[in-house]
């Protein structure tokens, strides 16, 4: 990992609604990680734990983003860390709108006031074959037990719109449907209630990592999905089991707004670096 491990490697500590990440800073140096020192890094005993790993590097925009999951597999986008780092980056910068880019494509961020930051995700992915699917099939209600919603946000997603969400045993029923075989990338998977035309009650197995206490992409898909099949308007509050999150499908895609932390800020030691293997 470049000198980290003779010299250490700095990071941040951030979470969004209790979706939590460790972020490094990679603007000013060369920095490649390994599965192992991924999934030593998202060790909650060992290591200091992360439902994803973000990088910052310099790219087109005034950052460039890549994320990790705590399994070690890459993902194309993560709502809430864009969030964190959007905030971050702002204060850094003092400015109050930044261009992000992913490989999910361009994401715009704004202060949109009172602690709350919004970011722009794109426009979601709604045919079979980008999503991506294995065959072609009626995204709007998959030949699947319980008929769910598939939607991409750069990353797949499979929503099951139920009675009460807080029934479901999320930690059986999760994994179940992300590997199923019709998610050849496997897939998040949300279960979602409505509650009235504009608030929607959700919770989230996230593919690579497991119940978390919320997900920005997920709550996007599942904004999207309620609002394909006539469940809800475009523009929804979503509780998730770790706060509120604002999601608003605009013409220019689909806009999410909430809080964020920087918890802390901290330095891996070479020690701990040197054992991951």
């Not at 999910?104 to 079979?128: E, K």
């Not at 045993?169 to 449907?177: C, K």
């Not at 999905?225 to 999150?245: M, P, Q």
Request: hydrophobic share 40%; with cysteine.
């Amino acid at each position: 990992m470049n000198d980290a491990r003779d010299t250490g490697l700095p990071f941040m500590k951030m979470h969004g609604l209790g979706n939590d990440f460790v972020v490094l800073d990679a603007r000013a140096r060369d920095l490649r990680l390994s599965p192992a020192q991924i999934t030593g890094i998202a060790d909650r005993h060992r290591g200091i734990g992360f439902d994803q790993l973000a990088v910052i590097e310099c790219g087109a925009g005034d950052a460039h983003l890549t994320f990790y999951n705590a399994d070690g597999s890459v993902s194309a986008s993560c709502g809430n860390a864009t969030r964190c780092i959007a905030r971050y980056l702002m204060d850094e910068s003092n400015r109050q709108s930044l261009h992000l880019t992913t490989a999910r494509g361009d994401i715009h961020a704004v202060d949109a006031g009172g602690g709350l930051t919004s970011v722009n995700m794109g426009q979601p992915q709604l045919d079979w074959q980008d999503i991506p699917l294995a065959e072609a099939v009626d995204t709007l209600e998959l030949p699947i037990e319980g008929g769910p919603v598939a939607t991409g946000m750069g990353n797949p997603h499979c929503t099951f719109f139920v009675e009460d969400a807080e029934a479901v045993p999320l930690e059986q029923f999760g994994p179940r449907y992300e590997h199923h075989p019709l998610y050849p990338q496997r897939t998040n998977v949300q279960v979602a209630s409505v509650i009235g035309p504009d608030h929607i009650r959700m919770r989230v197995w996230e593919r690579g990592v497991g119940v978390t206490l919320a997900s920005g992409s997920s709550s996007c898909a599942t904004a999207v999905a309620a609002a394909r099949r006539g469940l809800t308007g475009r523009e929804v509050r979503i509780d998730l089991d770790g706060g509120t999150i604002l999601i608003d499908w605009r013409d220019d895609g689909v806009w999410m707004t909430g809080a964020t932390a920087h918890v802390a800020s901290g330095t891996f030691t070479p020690e701990f670096l040197a054992s991951l293997r």
